[in-house]
DNA sequence: CCAGAGTGCTCATACGTATGAACGTGCAGC
DNA sequence: GCTGCACGTTCATACGTATGAGCACTCTGG
């Protein structure tokens, strides 16, 4: 009932055992056609497989990526968050013939997930790993740099010392031509609408959205711009009597709040106000945003090419990526009003 | 920049690789504590941690849990046919401290996904793993189970010959009870809308469904029983002037499909005919067809349960696994109309 | 008829860990 | 002062594979 190994096979074929391991991974140079059938047909008969683990050991070399989050993944997949990007993952890896782990074994009673428990990083089972979801644990990320684990981060992560390698959708231009497409539209006075996340996606929106303003000379007044994410009633109010004509939102979220503020004020989206989400909307049926959209899909694909490539020349230095993020039209922008202009 | 060994670890602490070894997992029964403080700060120093190929080589131990769907996992989830599922195999094996091996690299050019390939089975890599999926192969399920690989599969499946240990959603009693409780709401005469799928859970469908039947001497007249699935234009007319009072389908989609035709000859659910489905129907907000909940995510855990007993128990029988379905009430039962009575 | 090259295969070893057996030391008991 | 035992540690080995080096043999060309 034990699984047979190549010696067992090498019996039967009256071998040695390292012809049949030549035989089986491919290092046929030197063994004829003859010999290579008696081989093939006893492993057939016994019903060889290799094992893994002892590959593994000697080759340091799986075809087994990871994937790990800082979070349970299907929970959250639901909603969209992971799964347009477990999707490019799963795709690209049966592409190019890689089995995925789904790091879960690392859970803690918080339902926050550890990369290193007592001691040991479960991650290097794997070639290598993609790490995501919003609640990156930076030690850990700067921990397995310096271990000189492989992995590439979805998404954008700054840690002290560890030049992390990451797939990054490009916030930066797409907040700035987001602005940019506002302004040629004729809208010179902004205002940001911020959600109070400290991430860097964030950071980059915010940083977009400003050079744009800088550069076209354009006119902010943000509450959040300075940091208070709330809409408050005075922002509102502000907002209403205001020189703004079009607000730039972190989320679709904020937007939403905002539309229910402005209609209790009696004003509409987008006739008195411009608004544009720097997110991507989904495809849920209500509003439809002016947005971004995320290619999460390729991104997830470009993450397992990151790594692959990082396996196969492992001198280069490792580099991020940034993946440039379409702007889609909806029905919440359109021309200043007149009565403001 | 190489991974430190357990001799690296020892050479650094003074010590023997086997004194490391057991003060790294655990065996310290007679490791006097000054040692184990030596020997656990030459571990932090160097960084060392566990190699798991070589852990797993020496074990035969992995903890790793493999999923082996026949179809791409991903695509499929969104529609909500496997994600239940995984949400409990996820959930399960975080609690118990597995990780998870989702097999992508068996995929082949026809978008179907095998299990062994030229001879190779990916899935020794893992310790044990559940099989789902729609399109599982038989063949290849009987090959994996002569070689006494550990699995088990979701959904029954009968191979011949070999004896699949399964998580089994209980279809015929479902079946049985939707038959008797529409009995009891005073229905006599009852149709069957027959997919025409050939497969084990809708085989119980109708074992079910006859069962109660004949137990408490119903009348069918059911074109679908006799295995023709489609809704002829003279079924509808029989249905229409014959004395059936309810419907049983085994699909959402027969039963709307069904509501349809009742429609053009302007009949309604229920107030004409009663309809149950033997599926569950989602969240989607049109009918709320009266049918039945595979608990799915449960089905997740338990399949997770049942392979680490078997892998506890290895010499135990493995035993396949009913689990209950319940049914829910909808908007399409009522009691029969009085023109039929 | 010998040097040299090529062919078909095997030997030996390393990968990193876990663990039963064994070893040496110190100490209590008689 | 010898026996026996507990303690702390190391020895040696096995897990299954891949691969460079090496061996025996055959063939070719000069």
Request: aromatic residues 6%.
């Given at each position: 009932m034990?699984a ?9 074929a009256g071998?040695s ?8 991974s491919g ?9 290579q ?9 016994l019903?060889?497989?290799?094992n893994?683990?002892?590959r593994?050991?000697r080759?340091k ?5 990871g994937?790990h ?7 959250h ?6 799964f347009e990007f ?9 592409e190019i ?12 009673s918080d339902g926050?997930?550890?990369?290193y428990r007592?001691?040991t990083n479960?991650?290097n089972l794997a ?5 995501l979801g919003?609640?990156?644990d930076?030690e ?7 271990d000189g684990y492989?992995?590439v981060h ?7 010392g560890?030049e992390i390698?990451c ?5 930066v231009s797409?907040?700035?031509r ?7 539209r004729?809208?010179r ?5 911020h959600?109070g ?11 977009g ?7 076209l000379g354009l006119?902010?007044?943000s509450p959040?711009?300075?940091g ?5 009633e005075?922002?509102?109010?502000g907002?209403?009597s205001g020189p703004?004509?079009?607000?730039v939102?972190e989320?679709?979220?904020?937007a939403?709040q ?8 009696g004003?509409?989206?987008?006739a008195?106000l411009s608004?544009a989400v720097?997110e ?6 209500g509003?439809?945003?002016d ?6 899909k ?27 993020c379409e702007?889609?039209a ?7 009003p007149?009565?403001?202009e």
């Amino acid at each position: 009932m034990k699984a047979p190994r190549q010696s067992d096979v090498a019996r039967l074929a009256g071998v040695s055992q390292s012809a049949v391991s030549r035989v089986v991974s491919g290092d046929i140079d030197r063994i004829p056609a003859e010999t290579q059938e008696r081989i093939r047909a006893a492993v057939k008969e016994l019903g060889y497989v290799p094992n893994a683990a002892a590959r593994n050991l000697r080759n340091k070399r799986n075809r087994l990526l990871g994937v790990h989050t800082f979070e349970a993944v299907f929970p959250h997949a639901r909603d969209d968050f992971y799964f347009e990007f477990l999707l490019g993952i799963e795709e690209r890896a049966e592409e190019i013939g890689y089995d995925l782990v789904l790091f879960t074994s690392t859970g803690t009673s918080d339902g926050r997930r550890r990369i290193y428990r007592d001691g040991t990083n479960r991650l290097n089972l794997a070639d290598g790993t993609v790490l995501l979801g919003a609640a990156t644990d930076r030690e850990e990320l700067a921990r397995l740099w310096h271990d000189g684990y492989l992995f590439v981060h979805i998404g954008r992560r700054e840690v002290a010392g560890a030049e992390i390698p990451c797939i990054i959708p490009d916030y930066v231009s797409a907040a700035d031509r987001l602005v940019t497409s506002l302004a040629e539209r004729g809208h010179r006075h902004f205002a940001y609408l911020h959600s109070g996340i400290e991430q860097e996606a964030y950071a980059d929106r915010r940083a977009g959205y400003r050079n744009a303003i800088e550069r076209l000379g354009l006119h902010d007044r943000s509450p959040g711009f300075r940091g208070e994410p709330e809409l408050t009633e005075e922002w509102l109010v502000g907002m209403a009597s205001g020189p703004e004509t079009a607000v730039v939102a972190e989320t679709i979220g904020l937007a939403e709040q905002l539309r229910i503020g402005l209609a209790a004020r009696g004003l509409s989206i987008p006739a008195d106000l411009s608004v544009a989400v720097l997110e991507g909307s989904g495809d849920e049926s209500g509003q439809r945003w002016d947005c971004l959209v995320v290619p999460r899909k390729e991104i997830g694909r470009l993450a397992i090419d990151a790594l692959v490539a990082r396996m196969e020349n492992p001198d280069e230095e490792p580099v991020s990526r940034l993946v440039a993020c379409e702007l889609v039209a909806g029905e919440t922008v359109a021309v200043p009003p007149q009565s403001k202009e």
